[in-house]
C-alpha cells in the first residue's frame, strides 16, 4: 500500500485515525490517575508516554485538551500531581473503558472496578492493581500549535515496582513486570525479548548482554 | 523497590538512565534516515517517536542535540526532510548499531550494512530492509526548557506498507508486520496481540473486534 499526502487527505476520518495511530510503531500505554480540588478521583488511559530525560528523571505525554480526557489536564493543573501506572494483560478491558466519557462527578475506579491506591506524599491515586507505580509532579507544558495537542512534561518524584524485576545495573524487565503494549487506538499486545545489547561503539557489532 | 525524588538524585547515573529509560514502558523504535546538503547519508536509531495527530497526520520524536544523533537535527533543518523506518527482528543488531559515533562523513548504511532506498518526492533514504516507510516533512520544533531536547513535529507525505497487514477499517496488523519494540536503552522485543477492543461507551465492557 502506498500513499501520499494528497491521497492521505481523501481518506475517511475513522479510516485515517486508525492507520496513523498504528503507524508510528508499539507505545506504552498507561493509566493516569488525578483528583480534582474537590477530591473526585479521575483515571484515564494514555497512549503517548514518552522519556524526556533520566538526570532530571522527566516523562512527557500529549494530551488532547478537547477530548474527555481534559478532567485530566484540569486536575494536574491544580493540584500540580498526577501518577502513571503501567497496565498489564489482567486489567486491559478495564483500563480501556476508562475513555469512556463518564460524566465528571463519575470516578473511572468505582464505574471500571479498579482500584485506587493512596501513597503518602502524592495527592493523586495510583492504581492499586499495577505493578509499576510512578508519582509525578506537573513541570510545564508545551502547546502544540500544529493540531491543540499539548505535551505535558512532569518530573518523576516516586517510584513502586517489584523487586524480581531489576538487574544489578538498573534495568528493568519489563516482560517480567507484565507490562503491556498498545498499537492504534483499541490494540493491546504483551511482549517477548528478543534482545538487550551492548552500547553500541564504532567497528564492533553489539553483542548480547 | 521504592524510590523517592531523594533515593533517584543518589543513583549511579548509569543506573539510573538504565531504570528511568525502562520506566516509562515500552516505546516504538524507528531508523530515521536523513542526507546532507553535501549528500551525505545518515541514518540514526531513536526510541521516542510519539503519535502527535491523525489529520493532519503527524509524528513526534525527541531529539538530544548534544549527542552524536545531531547529524540527524541538522540534516532535518537543512533539507526539511527525512524518514521514519520501522525496525524488524532481522535488523535489530545493525539498527542498534547506528547509535556508535560514526565520523561525520560515514554513512551509517554502509558502517551497518543496512541498505538506503530513495524513493521519488523524498529526498532523505529509506531502509530498504524496513517494511514499514514513513516518509516526512519538517513542520516544527519545540526546544524542551528543562533537559535541552527538542521536540521535532512532522508531517506524513508518503507512507509505505505491505497491503496484507491492513484492515478494512485502516487498522494496521504491526505483528504481522513484524515491527518490534524497544523496552530503556538497548532492549528490542516482539510482540503478540492480546486485544483488539471495541470504542468505549459509558456502562458497556468493551468488546473483542
Known amino acids: 500500500m502506498t500513499h501520499t499526502s494528497q491521497s492521505l487527505k481523501t481518506l475517511d476520518n475513522r479510516y485515517r485515525a486508525n ?22 478521583e479521575n483515571l484515564a488511559i494514555f497512549n503517548s508516554i514518552v522519556h524526556i530525560g533520566a538526570n532530571p528523571p522527566l516523562l512527557g505525554f500529549i494530551l488532547r485538551p478537547t477530548t ?17 501506572n503501567h497496565i498489564t494483560p489482567q486489567i486491559i478491558k478495564q483500563a480501556h473503558q476508562t475513555a469512556a466519557s463518564y460524566d465528571k462527578d463519575k470516578s ?26 510512578i508519582g509525578m509532579e506537573y513541570v510545564n507544558e508545551y502547546p502544540i500549535e500544529e493540531n491543540g ?29 507484565d507490562t503491556i503494549a498498545t498499537g492504534g487506538l483499541d490494540s ?22
Open 19 to 40: 492507520m496513523i495511530n498504528c503507524i508510528s510503531g508499539f507505545k506504552a500505554a498507561a493509566l493516569i490517575g488525578t483528583v480534582s480540588e474537590n477530591g473526585n
Open 68 to 84: 474527555v480526557r481534559r478532567d485530566t489536564y484540569e486536575n494536574i493543573k491544580a493540584t500540580g500531581s498526577y501518577t502513571i
Open 108 to 133: 473511572e475506579f468505582t464505574a471500571t472496578g479498579l482500584s485506587p491506591e493512596h501513597i503518602e506524599g502524592i495527592n493523586a491515586p495510583f492504581v492499586k492493581e499495577s505493578y509499576i507505580k
Open 149 to 177: 495537542t499539548i505535551l505535558i512534561i512532569g518530573k518523576i518524584i516516586s517510584l513502586r515496582f517489584p523487586d524480581n524485576i531489576q538487574t544489578e545495573d538498573g534495568w528493568l524487565d519489563l516482560q517480567q513486570a
Open 188 to 209: 493491546y499486545y504483551s511482549v517477548s525479548k528478543l534482545s538487550r545489547l551492548s552500547y553500541a561503539v564504532p567497528d564492533k557489532m553489539p553483542e548480547e548482554i
